[in-house]
């Protein structure tokens, strides 16, 4: 009988050696993201975030002004609370990016 396991931040297989695991990151669990916020995975830029998120995760971004170009190559939900984007562009490389909860400024709306 196959055994599942829906939740996990750290497993340990007892066999000799045991086997480890702790990071809930390399095994494909959507994770949320911060930027301005405070505690864990929190991030002082959003390209940051960006980088350093898998696709499926959220990136929540905090209250303030960003002044940065964003490029975004995986499927993310980047949501601002009260947050400003200043920026010469945005550049979307995936499907299923979802952007709400900004108000941005200095880029032009162009399709390709």
Same mark, same amino acid.
């Given at each position: ?26 095994? @494909? ?7 301005? @916020?405070? @505690? ?59 952007? $709400? @909860? ?7 709306? $162009?399709?390709?």
């Amino acid at each position: 009988m196959p055994f599942y396991i829906k939740a996990v931040e750290e497993l340990i297989i007892f066999d000799n050696p045991p086997i480890s695991l702790i990071s809930n990151k390399k095994i @494909g669990f959507n994770i949320v993201l911060h930027v301005g @916020g405070n @505690g864990e995975r929190n991030y002082t830029k959003i390209q940051d975030a960006i980088n350093d998120s898998n696709g499926g995760d959220t990136i929540i971004v905090h209250g303030g002004i960003y002044e940065e170009n964003l490029t975004v190559n995986k499927s993310l939900k980047i949501f601002g609370e009260n947050a400003k984007i200043k920026t010469s562009s945005i550049e979307i490389y995936s499907n299923d990016v979802y952007i $709400e @909860g900004f108000s941005i400024e200095g880029v032009k709306k $162009e399709i390709q």
